[in-house]
């Protein structure tokens, strides 16, 4: 059974910066490739960031280019999301997800595996 288990979220103001965590545990961390997540109210949940097991790739959505950096530590089995620049409009519930794949999903449907998620609220 694989865990995921997210960290990092919280209230920030407009132009601030988080990092969210996501530790997972129950199998070999390193064939996971790892996506990030994020579902505002009354939305369907929608891609974030993506990163391949062996972070040789990753994908951003378009608005998350410039600001949100994915990353991975497979010796601590965690993947990270740090976000600058934050607007009001990254409010949400953020989630990271796990798939034993090569590739570097962006949809919910490649993701085998979720996370309970984390509140990320930004202030005007």
């Known amino acids: 059974q694989v865990r995921l288990v997210e960290s990092g979220g919280g209230l920030v103001q407009a132009g601030g910066s988080l990092r969210l965590s996501c530790a997972v545990s129950?199998?070999?961390?390193?064939?996971?490739?790892m996506g990030w997540f994020r579902q505002a109210p009354g939305k369907e949940r929608e891609f974030v960031a993506a990163i391949s097991r062996v972070a040789g790739s990753t994908n951003y959505a378009d608005s998350a280019k410039g600001r949100f950096t994915i990353s991975r530590d497979n010796f601590k089995n965690t993947v990270y999301l740090q976000m600058n620049s934050l607007k009001p409009e990254d409010t949400a519930v953020y989630y990271c997800a796990a798939d034993q794949t090569i590739m570097v999903p962006v949809t919910p449907r490649g993701y085998d595996y979720w996370g309970q998620g984390t509140q990320v609220t930004v202030s005007s």
């Open positions: 129950g199998r070999t961390f390193s064939i996971y490739a």
